[in-house]
């Protein structure tokens, strides 16, 4: 059992027997919602353009195969346009990235202080029953272990599903 579920208060609902709605996981990360929404939003953008170079050398294939003369009009257009959303991959990509980890850093300084707070209030007395490596493991090993949550695991998973639809689309 860790400090903060032995320290906790318990909440009105626990008293009633109801349950908290939501996961843990859920609720601390609420108020990031719509930060994240949007982090997710541009990494789908920025995984679609990901997928257009590839689709790009296979119309430049397709132009450059072709029976007759070849149209160089329509190959640097094609070219440019995979360089283009390599380059726009590359900025949107940067962007989600970047929102993520302004968020992280919201939460881990939040979550840091509101668990500095808790034990601010708790009775001296309760620390001598400790361990201080466990308080210490809690705020700062614990806390930084989320980071690959809030930081990059809802855009991998976005990246991760919207890049073979786009790919599957195309050949489709």
Known sequence: MSFVEDAAPVSPHAK????????????????????????????????????????????????????????????????GTGAAAMLLQFVFFMAAGGLT??????????????????????????FNDRNAGAEKKALEDDVSALHHLVGHSYTNIVAALVTPLIALAYLF
């Open 16 to 79: 009633q027997g109801i349950a908290p709605s939501g996961s843990s996981v859920g609720r601390l990360i609420a108020p990031m919602k719509s930060t994240l929404v949007t982090a997710c939003v541009l990494q789908a953008i920025s995984s679609a353009f990901g997928v257009m170079p590839f689709i790009a050398v296979a119309e430049l294939g397709r132009v450059l195969l072709a029976e007759g003369p070849t149209d160089e009009g329509r190959a640097w257009l094609i070219a």
């Open 101 to 126: 980890h302004l968020a992280d850093v919201d939460f881990q300084f939040h979550l840091r202080r509101s668990m500095a707070t808790h034990l601010s209030m708790v009775p001296l007395g309760w």
